[in-house]
């Protein structure tokens, strides 16, 4: 709390502390050690939009909570916070092309997992 200026908004200060933090982290775990290059991805599967339209967002934040550490931080980071994938290769020490795949890897088993949620509550 001590070194917040007043200038910026709070809350904006907080999450660059927040978003840091967690990617110190996760470079100290080395979630993506078993990352796989884009060229060895699959194709992503349709998913009905009218089926995640139907789901809530607690329902939606369930499904990607559930994902892989490294799909599901690449995936936040991309997706929820905005960064480009350059951004994100610098912050976790991975390539532009590892942060691409981690991100199509991940929305293709979100898309499984909402596939499969949507099966069970038919």
């Keep these: 709390m ?20 967690a990617l110190e982290y996760l470079r100290k775990s080395d979630v993506l050690r078993d990352s796989i290059g884009l060229d060895r ?3 992503t599967p349709d998913v009905e ?6 789901m809530s ?29 350059r951004e994100i290769s610098e912050m976790l020490g991975i ?3 590892t942060s691409r795949s981690q991100y ?7 898309q499984r997992k909402i596939k499969e949620l949507h099966c069970i509550n038919q």
């Design 2 to 21: 001590d070194t917040y200026t007043g200038t910026g908004s709070f809350e904006g200060w907080m999450r660059k502390i927040f978003v840091n933090c």
């Design 41 to 43: 991805t699959m194709e």
């Design 49 to 54: 939009y009218s089926v995640i339209a139907d």
């Design 57 to 85: 967002a607690r329902e939606l934040m369930d499904r990607v909570g559930e994902l892989p550490s490294g799909f599901r931080t690449v995936f936040n980071l991309f997706a929820i916070e905005g960064f480009s994938h």
């Design 95 to 97: 390539t532009e092309s």
């Design 104 to 110: 199509s890897r991940a929305k293709q088993l979100l």
